[in-house]
């Protein structure tokens, strides 16, 4: 397959093209740019990917642009995180990191530049006021009584803004257009606000910051962006952006193109409610592996692969539809049963004795990694006497349907022997505690000698030399699948979202890193959490089961 039969076309590729072959533009320049004011989320992934993939492809450039104007919600700590984030999904960014605060300057200017020509004033209604006169979707607004002011009054009073005279909510500088427009963002929208707010970057130089519509049309403009690309919400902006671009003094005239923003079934992608979600400590930080940000699903186990395959499947549209959350679940199923190294974890433990064998002895066994694989190699795994294994794995009685194992009958131990039900013990509650078995010391790796069939197979760890270990059973965070629907959507949260096991893992396990998934045999994928595991007391959360049981429960 060639390069461009095996590059996803949508309509933002197809206007590329179509700019290219029309000499509009010789080479191609995204952005992508976030506001540090949170964590990012898949959402923004699929953002990411748009504008780092085709400034890959076009052999274009991609800027990493933080949006900062707003300080007093912006931190450093979100700044690195989304640096680390864009790196970790596999992404460089062109030349250095780009800051709208870089260009407070020249915005500054390009202010002023609006009130000489009448196309700005300082209003000093307000907040209230503002909206009050901003009008509604049915009725126009109405002209504010200092829109009439003359260019020098409206210089000196932004320099007097500017000085810190006024405190804040007490004047604003808005763009003078059309207070009757169809559009609310044209009804003289607010361009600068006094903030006595110190900023990450510029510290406290400034006291007025550019409102967010007034920047980052300049930012792309000053960066030579040919295609600005934002989410539908943002169409109606475009006139601003544009309104901004034709009315000041600037070489570069990029072009916003929209489309639509990804949401994702039994989450919520507004950062409101994920912040909401992290202040009410109804999850443990941003990074909890039930949250949808990038940093929550790289603790959980997704791989950057998964998610650019993710974004890759969903494809670019203008058309706004809920993702089915299976789907991403599908992507990084496909990613770890081709890629994740096998183990043998028991989840709910149930105590093995295996009578015939030596007390004290340890056998080695050399198990695949992969059983598809034999390039991936093999692990050595002790059998002992004394074994765990699942105890759904067990039944007193059991029709002819179930393959594990049953008193009296027989099942293959995973990659060992064939082991036989004679007995077992009870506590004094009836629950089984202990299943005394016999072993066929002529089944590893073989049929019985005698032509008996043994059709189970279950997995297991060694009592003796097992690592004991919590498992972290993440679900969905969500019981519905549009929480964002609800009245109150933190009421909908998932209350078995995460259930914490004490179980055992195999010792090889020792050694596994937060960046390697593992297929636990039958019953999924998992990786050692990154934050909480140490070597001491391990923790592994799971990534995503084996098959979608969701899948099921909704079609019920």
Known sequence: MSEAEARPSN?????????????????????????????????HAKSICLNFGIAQDYQGQCNLRFDDTNPEKEDVEYVESIKNDVSWLGFDWSGDICYSSNYFDKLYDYAVELINKGLA????????????????????????????????????????????DFAEGKACLRAKIDMGSSFMVMRDPVLY??????????????????????????????????HSLCTLEFQDNRRLY???????????????????????????????????LVSENLVNGWDDPRMPTISGLRRRGFTPASIREFCKRIGVTKQENMIEFGSLESCIRDDLNENAPRAMSVLEPVKVVIDNFTADAVETLNIANHPNKPEMGSREVPFTRELWIERDDFREEANKKYKRLVLGKEVRLRGAYVIKAERI???????????????????????????????????WVS??????????????????????????????????????????????????????????????????????????????????????????????
């Open 193 to 226: 606000r006094v903030r006595f707010a110190e900023h990450h970057q510029t510290g406290n130089k400034w006291c007025i910051y550019p409102m967010y519509d007034f920047t980052h049309c300049i930012s792309d403009a000053l960066e030579g962006i040919t």
């Open 121 to 164: 004033y300082v209003d000093e209604l307000s907040p209230e006021q503002i909206r009050e006169y901003r009008g509604s979707l049915t009725a126009p607004g109405k002209a504010s009584p200092y829109r009439d002011r003359s260019a020098e009054d409206n210089l000196a009073l932004f320099e007097k803004m500017r000085a810190g």
């Open 242 to 276: 544009d309104w901004v671009l034709e009315n000041i003094t600037i070489d570069c005239q990029p072009h916003q193109y929209e489309f639509s923003r990804l949401n994702l079934e039994y989450t919520v992608m507004s950062k409101r409610k994920l912040s909401q």
């Open 425 to 459: 013990e009870k506590d004094a509650e009836g629950n089984i505690t202990t299943i005394f078995c016999s072993y066929d010391d002529e089944t590893l790796g073989k049929n019985p000698a005698d032509g008996r069939k043994v059709k189970g197979v279950i997995h």
């Open 11 to 43: 309509f933002i590729r197809q206007i590329i093209d179509k700019d290219l072959a029309d000499g509009k533009h010789t080479s191609v320049h995204t952005r992508f740019p976030p506001e540090p004011n949170g964590y990012l989320h898949i959402g």
């Open 463 to 556: 009592a003796d030399k097992g690592l004991p270990a919590q498992i972290r059973l993440y679900d969905r965070l969500f019981t519905v699948a549009n929480p964002a629907a609800e009245d109150n959507f933190a009421a909908t949260i998932n209350p078995e979202s995460l259930v914490e096991l004490n179980g055992f893992v195999e010792p090889s396990l020792a050694l596994a890193t937060a960046d390697q998934g593992y297929q636990f045999e039958r019953t999924g994928y998992f990786c050692i959490d990154s934050k909480d595991s140490q070597p001491d007391a391990l923790v592994f959360n799971r990534t995503v089961g084996l098959r979608d049981t969701w899948a099921k429960i909704e079609t019920n």
